[in-house]
């Protein structure tokens, strides 16, 4: 991995990583873009005792524009894009629409906002593009590259991790026009919070709670039942194991566990990064394979926070997808809004059986 | 209220409620429906101990059927639906498609479902319409209407409560395409399930600190705040308050209040409920004069469980909707899925300050 910082009109950073040394990213961003003023803070939720962000400036962003006009393709005639370069490997820049941006003051007493605690929305928000091709995807890229993308997430998380307020950096990818995307250009996002999530949290709660009781960490020793049982195993390599959790949620969901306890995506080995390539194109030509058609997904990434319960954590994947049959979508509707309780029409061994057939 | 209880040609149960006395409800079912095999299990999610229902006989149920076979109108000609009385004011039906069912044996060691903690799914699912007009909506009901369905909320939760094993009853309303509405018949759901969900833990545990640190109900105090704050307070009537909670997570999320600590929905009285019926109605009516079209939404009655927390909780209604604008929905992808955290871009006071004017 071959990295490049540099700088848009606008003062947002973006950074080149590239697959082999000697490329030249010198281009520049000569598009003048005034500055955006985010507005961002985050709400305490007095009922679950959780942080809401509330980004009200952010209803006007690019919505599913024509190929042409593509603003993650390299700057080619006369599409001038947010990467100036005329071709990159992947590229990685600050959202020009940040839900999270840093440096934010905290919000001022406001008589027109009564009643809450809040806090600035400080964090960062970046934008990761996977490939210069616009119609590519993640599963169609080559094992190297994809080695490159782990390295530029890895890259990200130690910087990002490094910002004053910090607390959790999320690497992910929402895939596809029914979760939402409004960009088509293979890409993803990474989110720095000033908080540790509320999943990971509870996560490692119930975590902190198996290793008093068992003395044992709680993600390895599901890693070690799953593997066991073998019935929901998709399919495995030296150093990571995919497989459909016992209790999945989703109609599809596949989770990717290193076999060595890594509280992040920095803590990796250059072996085991490569060995995910492998593991992760696998699993995402079953996904498509499936329905013979563009699997619509979310892959989360679940790293470690910053500062706290890192001896406990285990980094892994989480891929979950709401397509339950070709033409049909699961909705997150009052059982699983409402409640918090998922139910799922698939049982998970079906769902592992049909992706490892395939 | 006037309630008739029958039984459909499958065995499941079908109670009327009436909005006046002297109603006849004696038509029988004569589909002579076969019963059905209802194969629904809880599993145990290790990594945030947590119960997932998996239902995986539900994938054929019916999809937006044509308006002349809906299943949710009264029997007329030759359309046999699931209320054989050729009219009725509200009624409630067993889902011939439940999640969760009564009786279950516990699931059977299988040595294909290996390493995972199974309990059965031992509960209930109901259909609840609102009314025999297949194209109204709630949003459409006369007053006297609600105040029936209130009370059949309220029954049915007593009801559901005294059955083996029911640890919480949930009503809820889902309503729109958006949201994954299979049926266009104005209609909504009771799930009893065999445990606390979680969403209610968490409250419950917030609660009991909450109380533990103040002495007060945490309900009733997020109540008087945003009652003093005025801001995000839509509408009010003598007992009840219809607010946007100061972290708002959806676009359009409104919570409604009795003034009163109620545990749940039988705790109401009389005058409560007519109370709600008048602001219910100018809640959903402000709905659907936001966009001037129907607004999907959820609707998600939080009620006390069965046994547990009953002194901390606070009956209230939940509304959520995910449309951030006419054209454009709110999808829970990477942050909310995937890490828990929500990202509003719609600041609350807005919100209720739009409600507020329609």
Chains 1, 2 share one sequence.
């Not at 599913?64 to 990685?92: F, H, K, M, W």
């Not at 929305?121 to 970046?126: A, V």
């Not at 194109?281 to 329905?291: A, I, K, N, Q």
Request: charged share 20%; net charge negative.
């Amino acid at each position: 991995m071959h990295r490049t910082i540099t700088t848009l009109s606008d003062g947002r950073e973006l950074a080149y990583y590239d697959d082999h040394p000697g490329a030249v990213r010198d281009a520049l961003d000569v598009r003048g873009l005034p500055s955006t003023h985010t507005v961002s803070e985050l709400r305490h939720d007095p009922l679950l005792n959780e942080w809401v962000v509330v980004a009200s400036h952010r209803q006007g962003r690019t919505h599913l524009p024509p190929a042409d006009q593509c603003p993650l393709c390299p700057t080619r005639g006369a599409n001038l894009t947010e990467i100036p370069s005329p071709d990159y490997d992947v590229a990685v820049f600050e959202n020009r629409f940040p839900s999270l941006t840093p440096g934010l003051e905290p919000p001022a007493a406001d008589p027109a906002v009564p009643g809450v605690e809040r806090l600035p929305g400080n964090g960062r928000c970046e934008v990761v593009c996977f490939t210069s091709e616009h119609g590519g995807s993640f599963a169609g890229l080559p094992r190297h590259r994809v080695r490159t993308v782990v390295d530029a997430w890895a890259d990200r998380t130690r910087e990002l991790s490094a910002l004053p307020g910090v607390e959790q950096v999320f690497c992910f990818e929402n895939r596809g026009e029914a979760i939402g995307v409004t960009l088509h250009h293979p890409h993803g996002q990474i989110y720095a919070y000033p908080f540790v999530t509320p999943r990971s949290a509870r996560m490692l709660e119930v975590a902190a709670d198996h290793e008093r009781r068992t003395g044992r960490n709680l993600f390895a020793d599901v890693l070690a039942r799953e593997q066991a049982a073998e019935a929901r195993v998709i399919t495995s390599t030296e150093h990571w194991t995919a497989f459909v959790p016992a209790a999945a949620r989703w109609p599809v969901e596949v989770h990717l566990f290193p076999h060595r306890q890594v509280a992040d995506l920095p803590g990796l080995t250059a072996a085991e990064r490569d060995d995910f390539a492998g593991l992760y194109l696998d699993v995402l030509g079953r996904f498509d394979r499936l329905y013979q058609a563009p699997l619509p997904y979310i892959a989360s990434w679940h790293q470690a926070p910053v500062r706290e319960g890192r001896d406990l954590s285990y980094l892994h994947l989480q891929l979950c997808s709401i397509q339950r049959s070709p033409g049909k979508l699961k909705y997150l509707a009052g059982s699983e809004s409402g409640m918090g309780v998922f139910i799922n029409d698939v049982a998970p061994e079906s769902a592992a059986a049909q992706l490892r057939a395939l």
